[in-house]
């Protein structure tokens, strides 16, 4: 099991750039893929990005592609969300999450999940 903290989250305003950050801490953190995932209010929670355990293969969600960028530093135990161009329909709680078997779109696949930072893009 892996403990997981994210921060970074606040109040921005469109087009700003903003980046968050998971700290793990725990289990090995190199023997997990990680996710990012966000809910904004009255709507389900949903996949962000995902990077596997060494980083080589990564996937986002058309809506951030482009814009969004996950990285991680084994070293640190962290995961990071660079968020560029923010749109105020990128508001939501974002949350990460760490998988032990590969990296996955669908969040019901993650094993241990954040507490979620607020982001909140006004225009």
């Known amino acids: 099991q892996v403990q997981l903290v994210e921060s970074g989250g606040r109040l921005v305003h469109s087009g700003d750039s903003l980046r968050l950050s998971c700290a793990a801490s725990?289990?090995?953190?190199?023997?997990?893929?990680m996710g990012w995932f966000r809910q904004a209010p009255g709507k389900e929670r949903e996949f962000v990005a995902t990077?596997?355990?060494?980083?080589?293969?990564?996937y986002y969600a058309d809506s951030v592609k482009g814009r969004f960028t996950i990285s991680r530093d084994n070293a640190k135990n962290t995961v990071y969300l660079q968020m560029n161009s923010l749109k105020p329909e990128d508001t939501a709680v974002y949350y990460c999450?760490?998988?032990?078997?590969?990296?996955?779109?669908?969040?019901?696949?993650?094993?241990?999940w954040g507490q979620g930072t607020q982001v909140t893009v006004s225009s």
């Open positions: 990077i596997s355990e060494r980083g080589g293969t990564i």
């Open positions: 999450a760490a998988r032990r078997v590969g990296v996955s779109r669908t969040s019901r696949n993650y094993d241990d």
């Open positions: 725990g289990s090995s953190f190199s023997n997990y893929a």
